[in-house]
């Protein structure tokens, strides 16, 4: 496995995030990421994806989600549908066996990388149910006696939130990187990836506003990389003077979410 | 020199495993660290560091160990041997540790040892309990660490890492952001029993009685609902608050945000007092009068179907206890505070008393009434583990 990752035309990494995802590359291990909302921590997946052209599987978690989910569901009403008009295939019992995200994963005959996102939103069990088979790349379906194993161990990236702590023998088993929030030179970088040709007084006037914004004391969400990327181009679409950016922070509502934030922040302009 | 660096860590309060660790060994055999300092610094953050609470631990680790490899110019010779070669130092260490076979002999050592260390680095550091609390854990971390790498549950070990922060001061631990409620909530897991629910209106699938009605009906699917089952437990949490529990203030914060965030239970309900449940017990921690609820309401109010769980450290003047107390509203000697906790033993059969401390070995004048209730109620600690006896304890009758 020499594939490294080196980062995408379309995605900024530093060079410590690419390290992060090199080590779990090579040691076969799940990279766990954290950081701020808005920090790309699921385009890293795409990224990563992309860089390698290997395709990608995405696991949504949802509060709702059971490990099993991932693993296969036994579709039982079909069958029972199926039974009653005789349609052929009732017999077979793997007919009715569908594979969830991390089965599909391991089935692909070529390596791919599986997004496993926002882990914490689950159950608090879950992370522990999916030990097994993320140490071992495979499970058991008692209803057909198969063992689904992977064929080509796939690149596992997993992020979290932090809502809920994660438990120690889930941590001990992945490899770990938080994002740090880009500083502004880095940013300069990833809008020059979003834009491409975007007039450079504009940037710097709006970056200077956005971490002027950023630095407000009393905020109660800070504006994320995504934001900045919206605000980019509404301010591009509505022809804002940049030197008006930094004086009045026009279009305010795309980058702060809520109206506290926003009243906080024309208490500071005044 | 490269164990040296691992023990560093775990002293440090970076819960390192023999693992992690071994994975680190991998990595570098794959050259995952590029023969530089700095990507070796990368790679032990990645494999060894699991939040980024402990980022800045580890870096000031990682800056005392290698403080006099100068940053900008070579890497002495040494260490670039030794970072290209970790595996015989390492390899050597795991031999011999595996040779020892580890007996609890060799254990005691171990933490003899690392007690020794602690103090020196408290001297060093004289960061008072920040590095306490961490302390605490490491060392008993190191208690639990085998060379086969299987540790002992998490569990006790965070018990132990309680014990010994009872010692020191439960505040600067929840800065220091190491314990967790997760450990709480999973305890409070075990509360559950499972009733159908008459009321609810949403529906479940009746698997079973489809399949009958089904078969009943010739093969043509019929489809059977159900009500929902949900947990029927309903809990009473009465909390000694004040005094000598002031030192607990934070645990007991942490098992009522625990008891909180699990939202299983059909009722919770959080009552306070302080030292015993005289007449009257309060709803605020603060026990301040305008929130007093009488004991004789609770009584009447919660039917004996609710599990209690009393918190406290049991931990009082003896006359506080046993004494009958003059009762200013009603101008005449109440019940003593003895008769009080008999009374909710009598009527709540299903009753467990955590302590935030250990029984004492022996008794003595400050520890009697602890001695006396526990031997009286079901005590367990108010830890991780005990909390776990205490809930198994409570979903049977007395």
């Known amino acids: ?270 | 020199m490269f164990v040296s660096f691992f023990y560093l860590l775990r002293q440090r309060g970076l819960d390192v495993s023999l693992n992690e660790w071994l994975s680190l060994l991998e990595g570098m055999e794959k050259g995952l660290h590029r023969s530089s300092l700095t990507g070796f610094y990368h790679l032990c953050r990645a494999l060894l560091v699991k939040s980024e609470a402990d980022y800045d631990r580890f870096d000031q680790a990682f800056l005392e160990f290698f403080k006099d490899v100068p940053y900008q110019g070579e890497l002495p010779p040494e260490l670039l041997d030794w970072l290209n070669h970790p595996s015989e130092d390492l390899g050597r260490t795991l031999e011999e540790l595996k040779a020892l076979g580890f007996p609890d002999e060799k254990l005691e050592e171990l933490l003899k040892m690392l007690e020794e260390r602690l103090k020196e680095q408290k001297e060093e550091h004289n960061g008072g309990n920040y590095w306490v609390g961490t302390q605490g854990r490491s060392v008993f971390g190191n208690g639990g660490w085998h060379p086969n790498s299987i540790r002992v549950g998490g569990t006790s070990q965070r018990r132990a890492a309680m014990l010994v922060a009872g010692e020191r001061k439960f505040r600067d631990f929840r800065k220091d952001n190491t314990l967790d409620t997760r450990q709480f909530q999973m305890a409070f897991r075990l509360l559950r029993q499972l009733s159908i629910q008459v009321e609810s209106n949403e529906k479940v699938l009746d698997v079973d009685g489809t399949i009958r009605d089904t078969c009943d009906n010739a093969g043509t699917l019929k489809i059977r609902y159900q009500n929902p089952r949900k947990n029927a437990v309903k809990v009473l949490l009465l909390i000694d608050s004040g005094g000598s529990m002031e030192y607990y203030a934070d645990l007991c914060s942490m098992l009522f945000q625990a008891a909180t965030k699990s939202n299983h239970f059909k009722e919770l309900h959080t009552f306070y007092f302080h030292n015993c449940p005289y007449s009257e017990v309060y709803r605020h921690p603060g026990l301040r009068w305008d929130s007093s609820v009488p004991t004789e309401w609770i009584l009447q109010n919660f039917d004996s179907s609710y599990k209690v769980i009393i918190v406290g450290d049991a931990a009082m003047n003896p006359y506080e206890l046993r004494e009958t107390r003059y009762d200013w509203s009603r101008g005449e000697y109440g019940p003593s505070g003895l008769e009080w906790l008999t009374r909710i033993q009598k009527h709540f059969p299903y009753l467990i008393w955590l302590n935030p401390e250990t029984m004492p070995k022996r008794q003595d004048y400050w520890s009697q009434t602890h001695w006396q209730l526990g031997h009286l109620f079901h005590m367990y600690d108010l830890s991780a583990e005990g909390l776990e006896l205490g809930m198994k304890r409570l979903m049977v009758r007395r």
């Not at chain 1, 979290?160 to 929030?181: G, Q, T």
């Open chain 1, 1 to 270: 496995m020499n594939a490294t990752f080196t980062g995408t035309s379309q995605y900024v990494a530093s060079d410590e995030l690419m390290g992060a995802v090199n080590i779990a590359i090579t040691l076969q291990k799940p990279l766990l990421i954290k950081g701020e909302p808005g920090t790309g921590k699921t385009m890293l997946a795409q990224a990563v994806a992309d860089a390698l052209s290997k395709q990608l599987i995405i696991w949504n978690v949802k509060s709702t989600t059971k490990a099993q989910d991932g693993l296969y569901v036994y579709d039982v009403v079909q069958r029972l549908y199926d039974s009653q008009f005789g349609t052929h295939g009732v017999d077979d019992i793997a007919h009715y066996i569908k594979l969830g995200k991390l089965g599909e994963a391991f089935q692909s005959e070529n390596q791919v990388v599986l997004l496993i996102d926002e882990i914490d939103k689950a159950d608090l069990e879950f992370p522990n149910d999916l030990l097994w088979e993320l140490d071992q790349m495979e499970f058991y379906i008692p209803e057909t006696k198969e063992t689904v194993r992977a064929k080509q161990r796939p690149i596992v990236i997993i992020t979290s939130n932090a809502e809920k702590e994660l438990p120690d023998a889930f941590l001990r088993r992945c490899v770990f990187h938080y994002i740090e929030f880009p500083d502004q030179a880095q940013m300069a970088e990833i809008v020059r990836v979003h834009f491409g040709d975007l007039d450079g007084k504009l940037v710097s006037q709006a970056l200077a506003a956005f971490y002027w914004v950023r630095q407000l004391r009393d905020l109660e969400k800070k504006p994320s990389t995504s934001e900045l990327v919206d605000w980019l181009r509404a301010l591009v679409a509505g022809g804002v003077e940049p030197e008006r950016i930094q004086k009045e922070i026009p279009f305010a509502g795309v980058l702060l979410k809520k109206d506290k934030d926003l009243r906080t922040l024309q208490k500071n302009l005044r």
